[in-house]
Every structure is written in structure tokens, then in C-alpha cells.
């Protein structure tokens, strides 16, 4: 990325603010129920966290660039300029302080998509050069190295070589005309490896083809994240170019949300045309090949469970029920949060601000929201179906000294598969608290 250059980023701004933006600042009646509906301002009370404010480099300049009493004022020298001192206050506020969770754009009574506006805010300050290093560094190593965490495809073929070795299951590499193309985030490749373990017995269980790429195997878009689109062009067509070189059918999107929104929302608009195959989330999948009857599951988690759901893949992709189908199957005591769905709250470490060390404090405070709503349920094991809302709900368990183990959805279905044997029916809670259950 480029230096510091106020210029740019102002201009990038500028050029973002088109008829559905310049309608907000015209139609928001500041009845402040976004700031009501974001947990960065719930949490911390912060006036300066509501997302209307985060927003305000960007009214500004709409407001001095395209409105009559704003270009009087500029002429009078009487407005407020978006300057230096602006990205230096406001990049803490746009990147450490919204996860992109798209809450406050829910529950806004005009329509007004406020965390779309904050994704093309982004825009203008990394352009500008104002972003936090931790996802400067996350999006260089995701251009040059195919991975924002520096994974490079020894390391993939190393857990593909264990899994083989250890289960006797396959994962193939570059199978030409496979039904399916299985991306994997870099959280699931080094902290969740049971992952592809589980996609490996899913797909043997239902006798579908897949396969992995060998030059796209990464689906984290760091681009979407720090808010450059040139980077998220490049990473969507580095998948884009693989699947089709595959000739597969479909693309599955791991449990990661945002790499979901980049590969199947702004994916084709990115690239400009649309692809020549289907991109479905792997709860989307499950949940096909549950209801058509490929896969077979038997006992039920006796242990009193919750799901958390990842904001971008039921807020902003729609998938609500299958998650919730899927756990029917397999847990007898799922209960569900006071809040959840799409008014689901994000486990506050979304859009970028886990990979950004600079935010821990806040992220650690944001996640008092989800404690809440934890302690009132009194639960024994967490599930969820994103490995980033894993990772920080692990890490926002820690912190408050809370004993509830976290466990992915994909790896939960698998662990209930029917195969030859008797199976324990509650192995999950076992293994992960190591609680005997009746």
C-alpha cells in the first residue's frame, strides 16, 4: 500500500457517494436507533462509537461537495474540512469500533445501509493510508503469499497428509470435474483442523466429488476487510479462475462470514460478470444433503447447547433456519439466545477488528454483549458456523473465566454421522468439557 496521501483518500471518498448515500444523509432523521443496535456503543456508551458519527468524514464531504449550503459554506471558509487530524481521529472509530455486522443497517426505519457506507469508507482511508497495520500486513500477505495468515500450500498439504494418515479419509487436490470446490479460511487451516476431517466424512458419507485447489484453497478476503476493492477483486478471481480451471460445479464457502459475502455477494460485481457455477455457504450444503437423505446422522447431544450466529452468513446471507435444522438433528437440549437470527449480536470481532491487535480492548469490551446473553442461558457448549466467531468467542470466554466450550457445526454433524459401530451419543460435550453426561 501506498503512503499517506490525504488527496486520495478524500477523492476515493467522494467517488463512493452515490444516489443510495447522498439519499441518507437527506433522509436520516438521527432517531438513533443504530447506535441502540451496535454493540461498540452499547457497550462502551461513547457518543463518538454511534455509527451515524462514523460516518461523518463522509457527510461532510457529501454535504461541502454536493448541497448548495455546503458549497456556501467551503466559499466562507466556515465548514470543517476532512483533513489529517479527520483520518487520524476517525480511522480508530471506522476500523477498531464496526465489525461490518450490519445491525445498525437492520433496524434503520429508512432503509439506510449505514454499514455499507462504513465498507466504502474504508475506501477512502486506505487509500489515504490511514488503516491498521495488522490488516495492511494481512491483505500484503493475502496478494503475495495466497493466505492473510502467510499459509502457503505445504502447510495445507501437511494437514491433507495427517488426515489421510490418521483417518484413512481422503481430500483431493485439483480433482478435475468435481461436484464440489472446498475453500478453507487460514483460522481453519492452523487452530481448526477438524474441520476438514469433517468435511472429508461428510462428503464420503453423501458419495459426492470435491476437491481442493491448489492455487485458491484460501477464502478469507482481506480486501473486504481493510476496504480496498482492487485487493478484493484480486483475491475473488484468484477462486474465480480456479473453479472454473476445475470445471466444478459448486464452490463452498467455509464457515468464515465474511469470506461467505466476498465470494457470493461481491464477488461477480467485483469481477464484473457473473460465475459459471454456485457458490452456497457449507451450512447451505449440509443442509441439502441432510434433507435429500445422503447424510445420515444417529444420537443427540444431551448437553444444553446454544448457537451463535455469524452476522454476515444470517444477517446478510439469509441463513437462518438450516443452521437450526441441522442442530434439531443432532442436539436434544438447543435453546435458543434472547436475541438471535438476524438480530443476532456479533461476537464483536468481525470485519477485520480481530486481526487488528490495536482493538483487543474494545473488542474484549464489545463482547459483553454476548456474555449477557451467555450467562442468561446458563449453557453447557456454544456452537457456531464461523471460524473467525470462534476464535473470538474463545478468546472473549477466556477472558471472563467462562467455562463453555466452542464447537464448529460442520465438525458437530460429522461427529453424529452414521458409520459402522457404535457411536457414543455424546461424544462432542465429552470430548470438548469432559463432562459425563447422562
Not at 488527496?7 to 439519499?23: L, M, T, Y
Not at 434503520?108 to 491498521?132: H, S
Not at 438447543?334 to 438471535?340: P, T
Request: hydrophobic share 40%; glycine share 8%.
Amino acid at each position: 500500500m501506498s503512503g499517506p496521501s490525504i488527496e486520495k483518500g478524500v477523492q476515493f471518498i467522494k467517488e463512493q457517494i452515490d444516489a443510495p448515500i447522498a439519499s441518507f444523509f437527506s433522509s436520516c432523521v438521527h432517531c438513533g436507533l443504530c447506535a441502540e443496535a451496535c454493540l461498540f456503543y452499547t457497550e462502551t456508551s461513547d457518543p463518538k462509537q454511534t455509527p451515524i458519527n462514523k460516518v461523518e468524514p463522509m457527510r461532510r464531504i457529501w454535504e461541502q461537495e454536493y448541497t448548495l449550503l455546503g458549497k456556501v459554506k467551503s466559499a466562507l471558509g466556515i465548514s470543517k474540512q476532512v483533513d489529517r487530524e479527520t483520518f487520524i481521529e476517525w480511522e480508530e472509530l471506522v476500523y477498531d469500533g464496526c465489525s461490518l455486522c450490519g445491525r445498525c443497517s437492520l433496524v434503520c426505519p429508512v432503509g439506510n445501509d449505514i454499514t455499507g457506507m462504513i465498507r466504502k469508507l474504508r475506501e477512502g482511508f486506505a487509500a489515504a493510508g490511514y488503516a491498521p497495520e495488522g490488516l495492511i500486513g494481512a491483505s500484503e500477505r493475502a496478494v503475495e503469499i495466497g493466505s492473510p495468515m502467510g499459509i502457503k500450500l505445504p502447510a495445507v498439504k501437511a494437514q491433507i497428509r495427517h488426515l489421510e494418515a490418521d483417518t484413512g479419509l481422503t481430500a483431493p487436490l485439483d480433482l478435475i470435474g468435481a461436484e464440489y470446490m472446498v475453500l478453507l479460511s487460514s483460522m481453519e487451516i492452523i487452530n481448526f483442523p477438524e474441520y476438514l476431517e469433517g468435511i472429508a466424512r461428510i462428503m464420503r458419507q453423501a458419495g459426492k466429488s470435491w476437491t481442493i485447489s491448489s492455487k485458491a484453497f484460501e477464502a478469507t478476503n482481506s480486501g473486504i476487510q481493510i476496504g480496498v476493492s482492487d485487493i478484493a477483486r484480486v483475491l475473488v478471481k484468484r477462486v474465480v479462475d480456479a473453479a472454473e480451471e476445475l470445471q466444478v460445479k459448486t464452490v463452498i464457502s467455509p464457515e468464515c462470514g465474511h469470506a461467505y459475502t466476498a465470494i457470493r455477494w461481491e464477488g461477480p460485481n467485483l469481477i464484473g460478470r457473473p460465475y459459471n457455477f454456485e457458490v452456497k455457504h457449507i451450512l447451505e450444503v449440509l443442509d441439502e444433503l441432510s434433507s435429500a437423505g445422503l447424510i445420515r446422522t444417529e444420537g443427540m447431544e444431551k448437553a444444553k447447547l446454544t448457537y451463535h450466529d455469524p452476522c454476515q452468513i444470517a444477517r446478510r446471507g439469509g441463513i437462518v433456519e438450516q443452521p437450526r435444522r441441522l442442530l434439531n438433528k443432532v442436539a436434544s437440549n438447543f435453546v435458543e439466545m434472547s436475541e438471535s437470527g438476524v438480530m443476532n449480536w456479533c461476537c464483536s470481532g468481525g470485519g477485520g477488528v480481530s486481526a487488528n491487535e490495536r482493538a483487543d480492548e474494545i473488542k474484549l469490551t464489545a463482547f459483553k454483549r454476548k456474555k449477557a446473553q451467555l450467562d442468561e442461558l446458563e449453557i453447557d457448549v456454544l456452537v457456531t458456523a464461523c471460524a473467525n466467531c470462534r476464535l473470538t468467542l474463545e478468546e472473549g470466554l477466556e477472558e471472563n473465566d467462562m467455562d463453555i466450550p466452542v464447537i464448529g457445526l460442520t465438525e458437530m454433524i460429522a461427529e453424529h454421522l452414521v458409520e459402522d459401530g457404535v457411536r457414543d451419543s455424546d461424544s462432542v460435550g465429552k470430548r470438548e468439557s469432559g463432562d459425563e453426561r447422562d
